[in-house]
Every structure is written in structure tokens, then in C-alpha cells.
């Protein structure tokens, strides 16, 4: 089994893709151009870090959709589960559903991790900030859940 390897970089154009989000409703990575979009990958819904993670991006909402900033979160889970995590959190942003694990891995996100002394293939918490042009701006591959927000303002600039 191989290690995960994001060969995506700043600069590079980040890869367009089209799923659905917790509605069922087709979702695209083109929609949001002209906008700031923070893309992050995460796990598992309801899980502890994940949550921890999903809830700090949704107490810090407001202030980046105030900077011109759209969330989407990506996970293997499929949009039924996506709705479930979204409605106990109240969670205001997307959240996508990659089954198919198409999105990871065109990221580079999909790939072997170790846990408690077990490895087995997962998704590696990492988030992409596409910029206005859909240009990738940064990527935080040690992304701190419970500061998450400030972590993307503070990479970001603002």
C-alpha cells in the first residue's frame, strides 16, 4: 500500500470536480470562482476530532464569509450522513460527499495512515485555500480542529 502524496502545490490550479453536497444537491468547485474557498478534508462526520473541527468553522462562520470566504468540507461520507452531522451541529457550510473517493484523491489527501500502532488507508486531514482565480494558495497539512479558523485567517493574511 502506498503513502499519501499531495503533488499538488501553491500556484497550481486546483483540480474542478462535481459531487453532491448534504442535500443531494450537485455541488461543483467552479461555482464558487471569484470567490476564496477553503477546502477541507477531513475523515469521518460525528467523530471527535472531526467535530471539533466542523464546530470551529461553524462558530467562526460569520467572520470569514465577512472576508469573502466559502467553506467546504470533503469527506468519504456520503450526503445522508453529511445531513445527519450537519443538522446535530447546525453546520452553515457545504459539506461534501465523496464515496467514490474521486475528489481525495484527485487532492492527494487519500492514502495510508497509522493509528495506535494499526495502518490502514484513510483521509488525511488537509485543507487547500483556492484563491478568486482557482489557483491553490496554500495547503495546512497540520491543521489544528479546535483553531482551525484562525489558523486559515492567519495563513491567509488577515
Known amino acids: ?9 501553491p500556484g497550481n490550479k486546483a483540480p474542478d470536480f462535481t459531487s453532491v453536497d448534504q442535500d443531494g444537491e450537485p455541488v461543483s468547485l467552479k461555482d464558487f470562482k471569484g470567490k476564496k474557498v477553503v477546502l477541507y478534508f477531513y475523515p469521518e462526520d460525528d467523530t471527535p476530532t472531526c467535530t471539533k473541527e466542523a464546530c470551529n468553522l461553524r462558530d467562526n462562520f460569520a467572520l470569514l464569509k465577512k472576508k469573502g470566504i466559502v467553506v467546504l468540507g470533503i469527506s468519504p461520507d456520503n450526503s445522508k450522513k453529511h445531513k445527519k452531522f450537519e443538522a446535530k451541529y447546525s453546520l452553515p457550510f457545504t459539506l461534501v460527499a465523496d464515496p467514490e473517493r474521486e475528489i481525495l484523491n484527485k487532492y492527494g489527501v487519500w492514502g495510508m495512515k497509522k493509528f495506535m500502532g494499526r495502518e ?24 489544528k480542529s479546535g483553531d482551525h479558523a484562525a489558523q486559515i485567517l492567519q495563513t491567509w493574511g488577515f
Not at 486531514?125 to 489557483?135: Q, S, V
Request: aromatic share 6%; charged share 25%; no cysteine.
Open 1 to 9: 500500500m502506498e503513502a499519501h502524496v499531495i503533488t499538488l502545490k
Open 120 to 143: 490502514f488507508l484513510g483521509t488525511h486531514r488537509t485543507t487547500f485555500l483556492i484563491n478568486e482565480n482557482g489557483k491553490i494558495d496554500h495547503i495546512i497539512e497540520k491543521v
